[in-house]
T-cell receptor, first 114, second 114 residues
């Protein structure tokens, strides 16, 4: 079974731009979550989508948004980029809706803001 | 909720020795816990999980212990190998692992000396 796939792996943007990151979950998984990883703050939960609906949301500003498609693939968008948005963005998937289901992560998209 | 914390940021062990990585959590409502391993340039990799109705769970060379009284979690790695060198994260969830909104600890870097 293929794992979680994230594209692109690396991205360089400038302040004020916007960016869209993509995530393809493990086949059959309906839950997709996004996390931001930085050296200072560690791994922080952004949001989770399940069956095309946002089910949980972390404590991030509205510039961070996402969506999920009918095939469970998900995209994350960040508008008006700031220097502090430089981070590794990780996507994780799980079957969703049942207990004891660990999330499985992709290798992330490294976003650098100049 | 409060984030899960770790006592030690780095741990250096000799190859063949046993390793113990500790984690303290603060949310007494958390009922599902996971350990992840993250190697350089990769996303977190699932190691082992445990529900709050258990005290101990064993996997291949790994054991997770949960002490709910003092809100403490530990990961024991037997016969540590160079390939175990990585950053280890504990994560908690309050929905029995049915939803994808994990709270992560800051991580412990494990260095294995040959």
């Amino acid at each position: 079974k293929a794992g979680v796939t994230q594209t692109p792996r690396y991205l360089i943007k400038t302040r004020g731009q916007q960016v869209t990151l993509s995530c393809s979950p493990i086949s059959g998984h309906r839950s997709v979550s996004w996390y931001q990883q930085t050296p200072g703050q560690g791994l922080q939960f952004l949001f989770e989508y399940f069956s095309e609906t946002q089910r949980n949301k972390g404590n991030f500003p509205g510039r961070f948004s996402g969506r999920q498609f009918s095939n469970s693939r998900s995209e994350m968008n960040v508008s008006t980029l700031e220097l502090g948005d430089s981070a590794l963005y990780l996507c994780a998937s799980s079957p969703g809706g049942t207990l004891n289901q660990p999330q499985h992560f992709g290798d992330g998209t490294r976003l650098s803001i100049l | 909720g409060e984030s899960v914390g770790l006592h030690l940021p780095t741990l250096s062990v000799q190859e063949g020795d046993n390793s113990i990585i500790n984690c303290a959590y603060s949310n007494s409502a958390s009922d599902y816990f996971i350990w992840y391993k993250q190697e350089s340039g990769k996303g977190p990799q699932f190691i082992i999980d445990i529900r709050s109705n258990m005290d101990k769970r064993q996997g291949q060379r790994v054991t997770v212990l949960l002490n709910k009284t003092v809100k403490h979690l530990s990961l024991q790695i037997a016969a540590t190998q160079p390939g175990d060198s990585a950053v280890y994260f504990c994560a908690e969830n309050t929905d029995g692992g049915s939803q994808g909104n994990l709270i992560f600890g800051k991580g412990t870097k494990l260095s294995v000396k040959p």
